[in-house]
């Protein structure tokens, strides 16, 4: 097995996660996203990473409280609750993007990310290489 690195770039800000902001800033294909809070200093927290086949519907889902987590419990943590995804990427497809949540994943250690992280099994290690 070998090592691969995957050069990112995640979205330009981060966005209130509400109804309205979706359908303005939620990208429809595939990719990765994240739930993310900020503390006292502003500093990002990620709470949450996943990979999917389209980022705009797994965040209405998570809004609807069709997915875990849902937004009530995302509300329970903070009432400021924001999401961001990878706006760039060198993944060539769904495959690329479990790695790239494997690895945001593996990074951030977020709390509400349970069981196994994703991977596709190809690469005995992952790196991000973030712009």
């Known amino acids: 097995m070998s090592k691969r690195s995957f050069k990112i770039t995640m979205s330009e800000r981060c ?24 503390d006292p200093q502003v500093q990002p927290i990620v709470l949450f990473v996943a ?21 009530d419990e995302l509300f329970k943590i903070s009432k400021d609750v924001y999401f961001d995804y990878v706006a760039a ?5 769904p495959e690329d993007f479990k790695d790239i949540a494997g690895a945001l994943i593996r990074h951030h250690k977020p709390r509400l990310n349970k069981g196994p992280v994703p991977s596709s ?10 712009n």
């Open 15 to 38: 966005f209130r996660f509400k109804p309205d902001a979706l359908d303005s800033h939620a990208p429809r294909g595939p990719g990765v996203f994240e739930f993310v809070i900020f």
């Open 121 to 130: 099994g190809r690469f005995e290690s992952v790196e991000l290489d973030e």
């Open 51 to 71: 990979a999917t086949d389209s980022i705009y519907s797994s965040l209405a889902n998570h809004l609807m409280g069709n997915a875990k987590p849902t937004a």
């Open 89 to 93: 990427s060198d993944a060539e497809g």
